[in-house]
């Protein structure tokens, strides 16, 4: 069986002022495609960085028990674990070797572009837990998350994202709830439903936005991509083994409870995802994983004027061409930054990435591979993109910003009430989106409520929360 990756002993201690050597490529996140591109990258005689906000390799696809859980079979609450134990190896023999330096509680919150790149990290709410890693190439894998869309009870204890049990499971080996209903929209669901199961959790319905009937429209992508097609067999599988039904083109469209969920009401949709009246049905639960898909993690680049493109579903991602550069001279990219797909097209993008910053020749099985994954990311972001009549499903008093604690009236009245004709103006006559998580988790609900449609990317001189102290303190030397 394989183990899990230990946790590596490169992190500075709290308050110390990391030091770097310039390395010939930066990475920053160490999932799928960072830790391929990191080993890759180091097979080929680069000297790397491998940056990442987290005490263990694999991201949040590859989250797994820390050592001192004492998990026995790990690889059983993951799908493809073979792949992820042949990385973390190779990324070990590396960091013996010296070929790659793994930073982990490095979470970067800027970068400066130059001949000689800076990624600024901090490590920590110490005044000098922060440091400045130099690179000559920055690759991108900072992933996703993931898109909610509030609904009346979508703050009550129990109710969480879909990645966020799986999360709960990988991680802590712990479940939200012994009955859970799982719902939303995109293939997220399928897995995290039947990783419940597996687990011993009772989930009594799958309740998936859309029809699946856009998925026709691409047989051929479909039939390139044998293994997803096996991969989605066997979530089902294991959903009718359990007698889990799957409820399509349906949502959870309210939440009930007091002191935690309890039930969900459940709605037929039509196309537009408006709730059809006289739908409804009510099930018993005591948790509830719900999430619209995910959403690229690019402010880092947008910030530094990166272009973009809009995806099948709406969201935006990092523009790359064939070789995974951006359009900024030095900047790279890989994996769900690129736009959504899994992890298998993110560990092609990252190993393709590598060999063309190391100047070596990408070979042609790898670039079709690549490039059939694609395809098939960019089928399924256009099956699963929301509609825009999903608004309906709000109260007047229902919560969009979590944060800020700011109604579904409220942006209302700031739209016609106020003039607001964006998501910018709502925020500053709201506040909606000025939180703790800077809009990551009403940032759509607001776009859509403001009727900005406009598929844009948010830029912020800041990536992530940097205690004033470490702005304001000396940088590192």
């Not at 009236?409 to 989106?433: F, H, N």
């Not at 598929?455 to 992530?464: F, T, V």
Request: proline letters at 8%; one cysteine or more; glycine letters at 12%.
């Amino acid at each position: 069986m394989p183990t899990s990756p230990s946790d590596h002993p490169n992190r500075p201690e709290a308050g110390e002022r990391a030091v770097s050597e310039v390395y010939d490529l930066a990475v920053v996140g160490a999932g799928p495609a960072g830790l391929a591109a990191a080993v890759t990258a180091a097979g080929l005689g680069l000297r790397c960085a491998l940056l990442d906000a987290g005490p263990r390799p694999g991201g949040q696809y590859y989250r797994h028990p820390a050592p001192g859980l004492g998990a026995v079979h790990p690889e059983r609450l993951h799908h493809g674990w073979a792949a992820f134990a042949a990385l973390s190896s190779r990324l070990k023999v590396h960091t013996a070797a010296g070929r790659i330096t793994y930073l982990t509680g490095h979470q970067v919150w800027t970068a400066e572009r130059g001949e000689i790149w800076r990624l600024h990290a901090t490590l920590g709410p110490e005044v000098g837990a922060h440091a400045v890693v130099r690179a000559r190439t920055v690759l991108l894998a900072t992933g996703a998350y993931e898109r909610q869309l509030p609904f009346p009870g979508w703050t009550l204890p129990g109710v969480v994202t879909a990645g966020g049990a799986q999360a709960m499971l990988k991680s802590g080996l712990v479940l939200p709830g012994r009955r859970v209903v799982v719902a939303g929209s995109g293939p997220l669901l399928l897995a995290a439903a039947s990783s419940l199961v597996s687990a011993g959790a009772t989930v009594p319905a799958v309740v998936e936005a859309t029809s699946y009937l856009h998925y026709a429209k691409g047989l051929p992508t479909l039939a390139a991509n044998p293994a997803k097609l096996a991969e989605g067999a066997g979530h089902g599988a294991t959903l009718l083994r359990h007698g889990v039904r799957l409820r399509r083109s349906s949502a959870v469209v309210e939440a009930h409870g007091t002191e935690r969920v309890t039930a969900v009401t459940v709605a037929r949709l039509d196309r537009d995802w408006r709730p059809v009246p006289g739908s409804e049905r009510r099930i018993a639960c005591d948790a509830l994983a719900v999430g619209h898909g995910l959403l690229p993690q690019i402010e880092l680049a947008t910030e530094l004027g990166a272009r973009t493109r809009e995806t099948p579903d709406g969201s935006v991602a990092l523009a790359v061409d064939s070789g995974m550069r951006t359009s900024l001279a030095g900047l790279w990219a890989a994996g769900e930054t690129c736009g959504v797909g899994g992890a298998d097209l993110a560990l092609a993008e990252g190993e393709l990435a590598a060999r063309v910053i190391a100047g070596r020749p990408v070979p042609p099985a790898l670039r079709a591979r690549r490039e059939r994954r694609r395809a098939f990311a960019e089928l399924m972001a256009a099956a699963h993109r929301p509609g825009p009549a999903w608004t309906e499903w709000l109260r007047p008093d229902t919560d969009v910003c979590r944060c800020e604690e700011v109604p579904a009236a409220r942006i209302r009245e700031a739209v016609e009430e106020l003039g607001a004709g964006d998501a910018r103006t709502v925020k500053l006559l709201t506040r909606a989106g000025m939180g703790w998580c800077q809009g990551r988790m009403c940032g759509p609900a607001v776009a859509c409520l403001s009727g900005d449609d406009r598929p844009r990317a948010d830029s912020r001189p800041l990536a992530c929360p940097v205690p004033l102290a470490q702005l304001a303190g000396p940088e590192p030397s």
